[in-house]
C-alpha cells in the first residue's frame, strides 16, 4: 500500500464501499466519508491530500452527489472528481459532466480496468502545490499507536512514560500524548484535566488550531500536552471515522510526535480510521501466549489499513527471564520484530500511579524506567544512524 496517494469515497451505500474496497485490492488506501455534510467531506480532502475523490450516486437523490461534485471541482482545480454509480443512465453522465466529473464509474465493472484508470488520473493530475495538510512520509511528523492484545496489559502506563521517555531525548520537539482510556477526572494516571477532549474536538473541528491548543491544553511538561481521548459510542461509529482522521491530521501539522494510547477495546476503530497517519505500532502483550497468538490474529486483520512503512514492534510487559515460553518463540509467534522487554517493577508502578506523577519524578530511579530509557535512546541512535527507512533492522534486542 503506497501512503503518498490516499483516495477518498463519497458513499452512503455499503455495497458500494464494499466493492470499492475489493475493486482497489490493496494498491491505495482509501478514506470513506458520508454525504451528509459537504463541510466534512471537504476537510477529509484537505486531510488526506487526496488528488483523486469519487462521489457516490443514490438512485433517488442524483442531485446530491452532483452538488457535492460541483463544489470539489470549484474548490480546487487539480483535483481528479469522478461519479460512481450502480448502474448509468445517458442524462447522470452528462449532468456528471457538467458538474464536473471527470469520469464515472459503475458498480460492477472489472476491477482491473477501474484500477487502470484511477491510475491514468494520478499521473495526469498534478499535486497541489500546497498540499501541507498531511506531512510527507519521511517528514518529522510522527505518530505512535500504543496497544495490546489483551485489556489486562497495562498499555496506558507504557504509552504514558514513552511520552515522558520521548520528552527526556527530544526536548525541543512538540510532543501530544493523547489517552482513548482516559477518565473523567484524568489523562493516562496523572494530576491533570483540560478544559477541551478529543470529543470537543470532533464536535466542533472548525475550533482547531494552534491557537487554541496553546490556550486549551496546558503544557504538563515543557514542550508535552496531555489530551483525553475516550470518546463515546456515537463517536465510535463507522460513519465518524472520517471526524477522527480528520481531527488527528490537524493535530499532526501542530505536534512532531503525537503517542495514542489506544485501548484494546477500541482499537479496532481506531486502527481502521487512523492507522494510515501511524509511522509505529507499538504491541505490548504480557509473556503468555494467548496474548501472543491473539496479538498476530489482530495484526493480520489490520494489514490493509496500516502502510508498508509503519513500523510494528513487539513490547513484554511484565517479563522474568527465568519464565517460558522463550522470547524468541514469543516472537515468532507474534510475527513483528521484537523491540524489547520491562519488568514488573509492580512497587514502582503503584506510586507512580497511585501518586499521580510520571515515574521519573518518584524519591527512586525504578527499573521500569531505567529498561525504558534504554530501549529508546538505543533506537533513536540506530534511527539518527540509518534514517527512517531502514529503523526496522535496528530495533532493539534487550533481555
Not at 446530491?64 to 487539480?78: F, H, N, P, V
Not at 504538563?220 to 471526524?243: F, H, Q, V
Not at 501466549?289 to 513500523?311: K, P, Y
Request: charged content about 25%; glycine content about 4%; overall charge negative.
Amino acid at each position: 500500500m503506497n501512503r503518498d496517494d490516499i483516495l477518498v469515497c463519497v458513499a452512503d451505500d455499503i455495497g458500494i464501499r464494499t466493492w470499492l474496497e475489493r475493486t482497489l485490492d490493496g494498491m491505495w488506501p482509501v478514506e470513506f466519508v458520508a454525504s451528509s455534510d459537504l463541510s466534512r467531506v471537504s476537510r477529509l480532502v484537505e486531510a488526506t491530500g487526496s488528488r483523486f475523490v469519487m462521489v457516490a450516486a443514490d438512485e433517488n437523490d442524483a442531485e446530491k452527489a452532483l452538488r457535492i461534485i460541483s463544489a470539489l471541482t470549484k474548490s480546487r482545480e487539480d483535483l481528479a472528481v469522478v461519479s460512481l454509480t450502480r448502474r448509468v443512465s445517458q442524462d447522470f453522465l452528462l449532468r456528471s459532466m457538467r458538474a464536473g466529473a471527470r469520469d464515472c464509474f459503475i458498480a460492477s465493472s472489472d476491477g482491473e480496468e477501474i484500477r487502470t484508470r484511477i491510475q491514468q488520473f494520478l499521473k495526469a493530475t498534478p499535486g497541489p502545490a500546497t498540499a501541507g495538510s498531511r506531512p510527507a512520509a519521511g517528514g518529522r511528523h510522527k505518530i505512535t499507536l500504543v496497544t495490546s492484545s489483551s485489556p489486562v496489559v497495562d498499555t496506558r502506563f507504557f504509552a504514558q512514560n514513552l511520552a515522558f521517555t520521548t520528552n527526556k531525548l527530544f526536548p525541543e520537539a512538540r510532543i501530544l500524548a493523547l489517552d482513548t482510556s482516559a477518565t473523567d477526572r484524568h489523562a493516562f494516571y496523572l494530576d491533570s484535566n483540560n478544559r477541551v477532549t478529543l470529543e470537543s474536538l470532533l464536535q466542533n473541528p472548525e475550533s482547531l488550531d494552534q491557537a487554541m491548543i496553546e490556550t486549551a491544553l496546558e503544557e504538563y511538561a515543557p514542550n508535552l500536552r496531555l489530551l483525553a481521548g475516550k470518546l463515546s459510542p456515537e463517536a465510535l461509529s463507522d460513519d465518524r471515522n472520517a471526524d477522527l482522521f480528520i481531527a488527528v491530521s490537524q493535530l499532526m501539522s501542530m505536534f512532531d510526535y503525537i503517542v495514542v494510547n489506544v485501548d484494546p477495546v477500541v482499537a479496532d476503530f481506531w486502527v481502521s480510521a487512523v492507522g494510515l497517519h501511524a509511522k509505529d505500532l507499538v504491541m505490548v502483550i504480557q509473556p503468555i501466549v494467548e496474548h501472543a497468538h491473539e496479538a498476530r490474529r489482530q495484526l493480520d486483520s489490520w494489514r490493509e489499513h496500516l502502510t508498508r512503512d509503519c513500523r510494528k514492534s513487539l513490547v513484554l510487559d511484565c517479563y522474568e527471564k527465568k519464565g517460558s515460553p522463550a522470547l524468541g518463540e514469543l516472537e515468532r509467534a507474534v510475527g513483528i520484530e521484537y523491540m524489547g522487554n520491562l519488568p514488573l517493577d509492580w512497587t514502582s508502578r503503584l506510586m507512580s500511579i497511585n501518586a499521580g506523577l510520571p515515574l521519573h519524578k518518584l524519591p527512586q530511579r525504578s527499573s521500569y524506567q531505567k529498561q525504558l530509557e534504554s530501549i529508546l535512546k538505543r533506537y533513536a541512535a540506530g534511527e539518527n544512524r540509518e534514517g527512517q527507512h531502514d529503523v526496522r533492522r535496528k530495533l532493539l534486542r534487550v533481555g
